[in-house]
């Protein structure tokens, strides 16, 4: 984030303070983790107070810098804190303007509020509260001066240094508000530094008249803009502001106008959708959350007042297991899709076959759609093949995807799930005659915590993340995931591609030759080199086990040579003068006829996973590293023709 630490209107922002504050409640209530370095580290303004006289028990960096370094409640804050004690309420302000209590003749700033009530004990009784902020400070800032939103704005005490730096100079200048209260004067052109000055020293009075400077952008260069001063008194003191709007390019005036309010008009909408944002999250989050919880405290009481009822008792223990299990897995949700934010979402990828992860996941969904009718017709590829993944990460997107087709089909509805190899990818799609996907939200449909209904009225319950988490565990796949549906009350269809993991020779396949080099009589074999101690190498040894050898040293040279003789498999190497190996091949697989079929093996000095990752994107049917072994290019060259015999067939 720009500028002081927790500022922005940023809707994502905005999500990220509620977000901070409802998991920072829920760690000190559960005493899960680390609270107090959770909390302290936080990066919006979020603190934890005890008791009804709110003493200050953790602070984030955030907190201290807005609100100061006290022990207890800032007195703006206070009668929130009292209200969300006493009142056992989530407490939102979506403004609080103030004057921090250790300079209260200072300059004034502002902040979104939300405060949380902090329950303890069996009986949850509120032992304090929690409270994060989102700070405003621009916001009211600009709004007291009437200054366009993009406009920068610094301001200080009469005749004093600038103590503030709205985000637009960060963005302007690239230099962070902390380090412009110490190095300002270094992005004003040297020859402009005096009309600033005159504002420090106090020399100017009355009305000072509008100035153009030059200030200089991150990468060195000057930009004009036009620089306006304000003088406001409050309480005995006294400050200036500077606002300085874009001015570069001949100051087109009407035009920057036009731009400005175009941007000012778009930036409201953000943040009414921003608010609006917020609102669906806390509601959706307070109900999902106190949903399983409310079940476990009822049936919890039940138990206590019928605990001879025999019958009763395994009902109720029956419900409080689903609750804990569903809240569970809210928690998990919410932990996912932090990690995945954060980028700490890691994979433990082996080489499996993927059909067997989704085979499972089909058998766990298979009963609730017996129960309600629904028929599951699946079409899977015995050849579909392996990838490199995280068998348990990739159960976890077929989980959500399958169960979400089972719950938003009406009975007697179909799911259809189909996976097949396409060239080297490898394609599994879900498909259902649910109720569909309106138009205008299947562009926010993989974002987090975005539902199409509204809140009190909405069918299913969930918070939204489970389509985000999925969408980012194929993306760490290296995969896609892609939704398309034809409107309302018209089903869905989900489409997942990964990349198939290419044949290593040393890796134990099924069906591999007995021990001994195999042979390879009749076989064809074209050999691309440019070495020609390797073509003759190749020659010899391969020619010992039957095969008939094409040699040619480069790919336009091959690309001739296939036009007139018939090869049954290729051996290229990648880096070769003119055309490396990865476009030979890549031309190779879209050429008219039987030759796009043709199995290709790269024979290569480049070795490494992501080489050979390289070349299955490109279209090689295998990787063999140089120095080569017999054995292992022999294996190799009948594993890729007995596959390609096999996706013919």
């Excluded at 003088?231 to 001949?250: K, L």
């Excluded at 562009?443 to 299913?460: H, K």
């Excluded at 290593?504 to 064809?524: K, N, Y």
Aim: aromatic share 6%; with cysteine; glycine share 6%.
């Amino acid at each position: 984030m720009s500028g002081p630490v927790g500022q922005s209107d940023d809707s994502d922002d905005v999500l990220d303070l509620h977000w901070f504050a409802t998991l920072g409640r829920a760690l000190i209530e559960e005493c899960a983790g680390d609270t107090t370095s959770f909390v302290a580290s936080a990066p919006v303004p979020l603190a934890a107070f005890l008791g009804s006289r709110h003493e200050l028990t953790v602070a984030s960096a955030g907190w201290r810098e807005l609100f100061g370094t006290l022990a207890g409640a800032p007195r703006s804050l206070s009668p929130i804190f009292d209200t969300a004690y006493h009142s056992d309420r989530v407490t939102t302000i979506d403004e609080l303007v103030f004057r921090p209590d250790a300079d209260p003749k200072g300059l004034e700033r502002g902040c979104r509020v939300v405060v949380y009530p902090v329950h303890a004990g069996p009986d949850k009784t509120v032992t304090g509260v929690t409270a994060a902020c989102l700070e405003t400070t621009d916001l009211v800032v600009a709004r007291r001066l009437a200054a366009p939103s993009l406009a920068l704005v610094f301001s200080g005490a009469a005749g004093e240094e600038p103590d503030y730096f709205n985000k637009e100079w960060t963005s302007i200048t690239g230099q962070s508000s902390r380090i412009a209260r110490v190095h300002w004067r270094h992005q004003i052109h040297p020859d402009d530094r005096v009309h600033v000055e005159r504002i420090l020293e106090g020399k100017s009075r009355g009305a000072e008249p509008d100035r153009e400077i030059r200030l200089r952008r991150p990468d060195g260069s000057f930009r004009w803009y036009q620089l306006r001063l304000r003088r406001e008194s409050h309480a005995g003191s006294s400050r200036w502001f500077a606002i300085a709007t874009d001015a570069q390019g001949d100051r087109d005036s009407a035009q920057n106008r036009t731009l400005l309010l175009e941007q000012l008009l778009a930036a409201l909408s953000e943040a009414e959708h921003a608010n609006r944002a917020k609102d669906h999250f806390l509601a959706t989050i307070s109900h999902e959350l106190r949903a399983p919880l409310t079940t476990i405290m009822l049936w919890e009481k039940v138990l206590r007042e019928h605990v001879e009822n025999i019958d009763l008792r395994s009902r109720a223990l029956d419900a409080i297991r689903d609750s804990a299990a569903t809240q569970s897995r809210l928690v998990g949700d919410l932990l996912d899709i932090s990690r995945a934010i954060s980028g700490k979402l890691f994979l433990d990828r082996q080489r499996i076959v993927i059909t067997d992860v989704l085979a499972a996941a089909i058998d766990n969904v298979r009963p609730s759609a017996t129960e309600r009718e629904i028929h599951i017709v699946a079409e899977i590829s015995s050849r579909t093949g392996r990838v490199l993944a995280d068998p348990a990460r990739l159960r976890q997107v077929f989980d959500n995807l399958l169960s979400n087709a089972v719950k938003f089909t009406p009975t007697g509805g179909t799911i259809s799930i189909t996976a097949a190899r396409e060239r080297n990818s490898i394609v599994i799609e879900i498909k259902d005659t649910g109720r569909g996907i309106a138009p205008e939200f299947l562009p926010r449909l993989f974002t987090p915590f975005s539902q199409p209904e509204d809140v009190l009225t909405r069918t299913q319950g969930g918070l939204g993340l489970g389509l985000a988490i999925a969408k980012q565990l194929v993306a760490l796949h290296d995969g896609t995931l892609v939704a398309t549906s034809e409107g309302s009350g018209q089903g869905a269809t989900f489409t997942i591609t990964l990349p198939a993991a290419i044949y290593r020779a040393e890796s134990p396949v099924a069906g591999s030759p007995e021990p001994g080099i195999p042979q390879l009589h009749g076989t064809t074999v074209l050999v691309i080199d440019d070495d020609p101690r390797v073509r003759d190498a190749l020659a010899l040894l391969l020619g010992r086990l039957g095969t008939r050898i094409l040699s040619t040293s480069s790919a336009r040279e091959a690309r001739a040579v296939l036009h007139r003789e018939q090869a049954d498999v290729v051996l290229c190497d990648l880096a070769m003068p003119h055309e490396d190996g990865f476009s030979f091949v890549r031309v190779l697989r879209v050429c008219p006829g039987s030759q796009r079929d043709i199995p290709a093996i790269a024979l290569t000095a480049y070795a490494s996973d992501d080489d050979r990752r390289r070349c299955a994107e490109a279209g090689f049917d295998a990787h063999v590293a140089k120095p080569v072994d017999l054995h292992e290019l022999a294996t190799t060259i009948k594993y890729a023709l007995a596959t390609r015999m096999q996706q013919r067939a």
